[in-house]
């Protein structure tokens, strides 16, 4: 069964580094999203892309932020100068373009910020 | 406002029994409902989801909208230990997604 994979599963970085988290979505859907989950919360949307473009971002999804699909398969999530509180899960998620609420979310990489 | 509110629980039950797990949301506008099933430090897996009013059912879980209160609700019948885990509610607009806090849910053998 097609599923989506991140990579790396736990990154550890210093405080003003820059990380970018790596996602691989299933093969046929169009539409693609980061989400984080910090520790004990909700899980909090951050930025939906389709079309090799943002759809919709939330607050949270600043200038620190960026998303690009630099080939057919990738998808990633910078994040240019972390801060303490970045520390969290990040989740990928794709769907379907004509489902878009069939969302198949990735196992999450650990980001700790140090 | 939060666009969704899901009482965190714990909430614990012996295996068999009927769970009923349950969330508010804001805006009328609203659509879509998903529920979503969460296990430690795992992603999140979609079991189901419903556009507007109405009962939807798959097995063991059905999923029930009441758009005139604003309540989403998520019944599972004859609870398995393998249910235990965080379930999540969740709405969107457009391709913007709001998730409830998630009810943890324990299903004692």
């Known amino acids: 069964e097609p599923e989506v994979t991140q990579t790396p599963s736990h990154q550890v970085t210093q405080m003003g580094q820059e990380v970018i988290l790596r996602c691989v979505p299933i093969?046929?859907?169009?539409?693609f999203y980061w989400y984080r989950q910090i520790l004990g919360q909700k899980v909090e949307f951050l930025v939906s892309f389709y079309n090799n473009e943002i759809s919709e971002k939330s607050e949270i999804f600043d200038d620190q932020f960026s998303v690009e699909r630099p080939d057919g398969s990738n998808f990633t999530l910078k994040i240019r100068s972390t801060k303490l509180e970045d520390s969290a899960m990040y989740f990928c998620?794709?769907?379907?373009?004509?489902?878009?609420?069939?969302?198949?979310f990735g196992p999450g990489t650990r980001l700790t910020v140090l | 406002q939060k666009e969704v509110e899901q009482d965190p629980g714990p909430l614990s039950v012996p295996e068999g029994a009927i769970v009923s797990l349950n969330c508010t949301y804001s805006n009328s506008a609203f659509q879509y409902f998903m529920w979503y099933r969460q296990y430690s430090r795992k992603g999140p897996e979609l079991l189901m989801y419903t556009y507007s009013s109405g009962n939807k059912e798959d097995g063991r879980f059905t999923a029930q909208v009441d758009k005139s209160s604003k309540y989403i609700s998520l019944f599972i019948r004859d609870s398995q230990p393998s249910d235990s885990a965080t379930y999540l509610c969740?709405?969107?607009?457009?391709?913007?997604?709001?998730f409830g806090t998630g009810t943890s849910l324990t299903v004692i053998p």
């Open positions: 998620a794709s769907s379907p373009h004509d489902r878009v609420h069939e969302q198949f």
């Open positions: 093969s046929n859907h169009l539409y």
């Open positions: 969740a709405t969107n607009t457009g391709n913007q997604f709001y």
